[in-house]
């Protein structure tokens, strides 16, 4: 994939991520890509759905297996605006996903790179390509924004 390609497929991520924000999700959006095509696309749904596993790249997973009729993901691309958690790092490599692309690192729960490398362990059976950094600065943005704007709504000078 080149640059360019990356980072149109990441906004096709960030528009899914501003579809959580708008539902009052944490904004985190991702799509999965084979031949061209979206196959799978999902945002954050866990305050709407109260299932913890309803993780935008859950949801872009599930659905790009039934899209393919196949659980093994192969020949496909994952972009994600925030570096996955051990949770969907674990998915994805049960998934076969052989390429993932995110926006921004995740301090507090990323799997991929800052935390954990789940995706590159040598331990496990299947590994996967890590691209990180991919219009991360406006990634990171949606994400300080939204939770700048929960700060200030709780604020004691809000009247709470």
Partial sequence: ???DTDEQWMQAA???????EAKG??????VIIHEGQVIGR???ERESSQDPTTHAEMIAIREAAKQLGSWRLIDTTLYVTLE???????ALVNARVPRVVWGCDDPKAGAT???????SDDRLNH???????VLGEECSALLSQFFAAIRAKNSP???R
């Fill in 1 to 3: 994939m080149t640059e």
């Fill in 14 to 20: 960030i528009a899914e991520a501003r579809l959580a």
């Fill in 25 to 30: 999700e944490v904004p985190v959006g991702a």
């Fill in 42 to 44: 999902g945002h954050n």
């Fill in 84 to 90: 996955p958690c051990p949770m969907c790092a674990g």
């Fill in 113 to 119: 790179q800052t935390l954990y490398t789940i995706g």
């Fill in 127 to 133: 590994r996967f390509e890590c691209v990180p950094g």
């Fill in 157 to 159: 000078r809000n009247g």
